[in-house]
C-alpha cells in the first residue's frame, strides 16, 4: 500500500529544502528592488488561485478531495479551470516559487522542478486516469482542449 500525502503536505515539506538550500550556500542567494513584493504578490496568487479553484468546484458539488477523484461528479471546464486542469496545484507551485523568490537562491529552482515531477507523478497522473475511465470521451476532449499547469 503507497502512502499518501496531501498536496498541501507535499508543498510545506518543499519549503524545507528551500530554507535549507538558501541557509546552507548564501553566497549563491540574491537580492533585486523590490524582491518582497514579487513574493508576496506570487504568494497571493497561488492563494487565490486555489481559492477561486475551491469555490468553483464547491458551485458544482464535486469534490476537492485529491484521494478520491472517481467521486467527482461533473468535469469543472469554467473560469480557472478553462486554462489550468490543475489550478490548485499551480496555486501550490506559485506559493512555492513566492517563497523561492523571497529566500533569493536560483538553486531552489530545483525543488520547484521536484515540486512538479513529485505531483504530476503521484497526483496528477493517477487523477486523471480515474477521470478518464469516469468520464471517457468528455474528459478526454478536456484533456485535449486545456493543459495541465497553465
Same mark, same amino acid.
Given at each position: 500500500? &503507497?502512502?499518501?500525502?496531501?498536496? +498541501?503536505?507535499?508543498? *510545506?515539506? =518543499? $519549503?524545507?529544502?528551500?530554507?535549507?538550500? #538558501? @541557509? !546552507?550556500?548564501? &553566497?549563491?542567494?540574491?537580492?533585486? +528592488?523590490?524582491?518582497? *513584493?514579487? =513574493? $508576496?504578490?506570487?504568494?497571493?496568487?497561488? #492563494? @487565490? !488561485?486555489?481559492?477561486?479553484?475551491?469555490?468553483?468546484?464547491?458551485?458544482?458539488?464535486?469534490?476537492?478531495?485529491?484521494?478520491?477523484?472517481?467521486?467527482?461528479?461533473?468535469?469543472?471546464?469554467?473560469?480557472?479551470?478553462?486554462?489550468?486542469?490543475?489550478?490548485?496545484?499551480?496555486?501550490?507551485?506559485?506559493?512555492?516559487?513566492?517563497?523561492?523568490?523571497?529566500?533569493?537562491?536560483?538553486?531552489?529552482?530545483?525543488?520547484?522542478?521536484?515540486?512538479?515531477?513529485?505531483?504530476?507523478?503521484?497526483?496528477?497522473?493517477?487523477?486523471?486516469?480515474?477521470?478518464?475511465?469516469?468520464?471517457?470521451?468528455?474528459?478526454?476532449?478536456?484533456?485535449?482542449?486545456?493543459?495541465?499547469?497553465?
Amino acid at each position: 500500500m &503507497a502512502i499518501k500525502v496531501p498536496p +498541501p503536505v507535499i508543498t *510545506l515539506l =518543499s $519549503v524545507i529544502p528551500m530554507v535549507g538550500i #538558501a @541557509g !546552507l550556500l548564501p &553566497a549563491t542567494n540574491f537580492q533585486f +528592488p523590490g524582491q518582497v *513584493l514579487v =513574493s $508576496v504578490f506570487l504568494v497571493a496568487m497561488g #492563494a @487565490g !488561485l486555489m481559492i477561486v479553484a475551491a469555490v468553483q468546484f464547491k458551485r458544482h458539488a464535486t469534490t476537492i478531495n485529491p484521494f478520491s477523484p472517481e467521486s467527482t461528479v461533473k468535469i469543472v471546464q469554467h473560469g480557472v479551470f478553462s486554462f489550468s486542469r490543475n489550478p490548485m496545484y499551480l496555486g501550490m507551485l506559485l506559493i512555492l516559487g513566492g517563497i523561492a523568490c523571497y529566500l533569493g537562491n536560483p538553486l531552489n529552482a530545483l525543488v520547484l522542478t521536484g515540486f512538479i515531477v513529485i505531483i504530476s507523478r503521484v497526483q496528477i497522473k493517477p487523477e486523471e486516469r480515474a477521470l478518464l475511465a469516469k468520464f471517457g470521451d468528455d474528459y478526454q476532449a478536456y484533456l485535449a482542449s486545456v493543459r495541465r499547469w497553465v
